[in-house]
C-alpha cells in the first residue's frame, strides 16, 4: 500500500514545486526587463524606470540602510533623491507599508556609505570589504520608520517587499548572496543599534 502511494506523493510534492518554478523564472525575466514592469508581490513606484540593464552600472554589491525618519519618509526622500542623485541617499527606498520606491536611474551613483571603513571583524569578515565594497560599486536600499526609536526593526510589510526585491536586484545585477552587507557590518555606524543587520541576515537565511 504504501509503495503504491508513493508516485501520488511524488506528483503532489512536484504540484506544489511546479508553481515556485514558474513564478521564479517570471521574475528572472521580469528583473532583466526594461521600463516600469509590474512584480508580483511588490508595490513599486518608478520615479526612474529601468533602462537596457547592460547600460546600467556594473553593480557588485547590495548594501542595506536604515533611515531614522518617520514612517512615511520614504516617498520624500525618494522623492529629493529623484531630483538630485548624488546627493546623501540611496537608489531603492522602501516605505514602512513595503511601497518600494525606484529613485534613480540605475546609471547614476547616489552618496551612500561611509568608504567601507570598517575593519574590525566585528559582524563578518571585513578583509573582503574593508575599503572595497563602496558606493561607486554598491547598490543602496533604504527602509524608513525606525523612528523615534533607533532600534525598532522593519515592519512586516518592509521584511515580505525585502524578501522579493532582494531576489529582484541580485538577479538582475547577478549579485552573489554573499555580497549583500548590512551598513553596519562594512561601516562603523551609530552604536545604538545594528543598521540593516536584521534585514541583511535574512537575505542570506532565505538563500537562493
Same mark, same amino acid.
Given at each position: 500500500?504504501?509503495? =503504491?502511494?508513493?508516485?501520488?506523493?511524488?506528483?503532489? =510534492?512536484?504540484?506544489?514545486? /511546479?508553481?515556485?518554478?514558474?513564478?521564479?523564472?517570471?521574475?528572472?525575466?521580469?528583473?532583466?526587463?526594461?521600463?516600469?514592469?509590474?512584480?508580483?508581490?511588490?508595490?513599486?513606484?518608478?520615479?526612474?524606470?529601468?533602462?537596457?540593464?547592460?547600460?546600467?552600472?556594473?553593480?557588485?554589491?547590495?548594501?542595506?540602510?536604515?533611515?531614522?525618519?518617520?514612517?512615511?519618509?520614504?516617498?520624500?526622500? =525618494?522623492?529629493?533623491?529623484?531630483?538630485?542623485?548624488?546627493? #546623501?541617499?540611496?537608489?531603492?527606498?522602501?516605505?514602512?507599508?513595503?511601497?518600494?520606491?525606484? /529613485?534613480?536611474?540605475?546609471?547614476?551613483?547616489?552618496?551612500?556609505?561611509?568608504?567601507?571603513?570598517?575593519?574590525?571583524?566585528?559582524?563578518?569578515?571585513?578583509?573582503?570589504?574593508?575599503?572595497?565594497?563602496? #558606493?561607486?560599486?554598491?547598490?543602496?536600499?533604504?527602509?524608513?520608520?525606525?523612528?523615534?526609536?533607533?532600534?525598532?526593526?522593519?515592519?512586516?510589510?518592509?521584511?515580505?517587499?525585502?524578501?522579493?526585491?532582494?531576489?529582484?536586484?541580485?538577479?538582475?545585477?547577478?549579485?552573489?548572496?554573499?555580497?549583500?552587507?548590512?551598513?553596519?557590518?562594512?561601516?562603523?555606524?551609530?552604536?545604538?543599534?545594528?543598521?540593516?543587520?536584521?534585514?541583511?541576515?535574512? =537575505?542570506?537565511?532565505?538563500?537562493?
Amino acid at each position: 500500500m504504501m509503495i =503504491a502511494r508513493l508516485p501520488a506523493v511524488a506528483l503532489a =510534492a512536484l504540484l506544489l514545486i /511546479a508553481p515556485a518554478t514558474a513564478e521564479d523564472a517570471e521574475l528572472a525575466k521580469l528583473a532583466r526587463a526594461s521600463g516600469s514592469p509590474e512584480i508580483a508581490g511588490l508595490k513599486m513606484v518608478w520615479l526612474a524606470p529601468w533602462g537596457d540593464v547592460r547600460n546600467a552600472r556594473p553593480w557588485r554589491n547590495i548594501i542595506v540602510h536604515q533611515t531614522e525618519g518617520p514612517a512615511g519618509s520614504a516617498r520624500g526622500g =525618494a522623492a529629493e533623491q529623484a531630483k538630485n542623485p548624488a546627493r #546623501r541617499g540611496v537608489t531603492v527606498w522602501v516605505e514602512t507599508d513595503g511601497t518600494v520606491y525606484w /529613485a534613480v536611474a540605475e546609471n547614476l551613483v547616489p552618496t551612500h556609505g561611509d568608504g567601507a571603513n570598517r575593519n574590525d571583524n566585528k559582524y563578518i569578515d571585513n578583509g573582503a570589504t574593508y575599503r572595497q565594497v563602496v #558606493r561607486d560599486n554598491s547598490i543602496g536600499v533604504e527602509f524608513a520608520g525606525n523612528y523615534p526609536d533607533v532600534a525598532a526593526g522593519p515592519t512586516e510589510a518592509q521584511v515580505a517587499a525585502w524578501k522579493i526585491l532582494v531576489k529582484v536586484l541580485r538577479t538582475r545585477y547577478d549579485i552573489p548572496l554573499d555580497r549583500v552587507y548590512a551598513h553596519n557590518w562594512i561601516d562603523y555606524k551609530d552604536a545604538r543599534y545594528c543598521e540593516g543587520c536584521w534585514l541583511a541576515t535574512l =537575505a542570506r537565511m532565505w538563500g537562493e
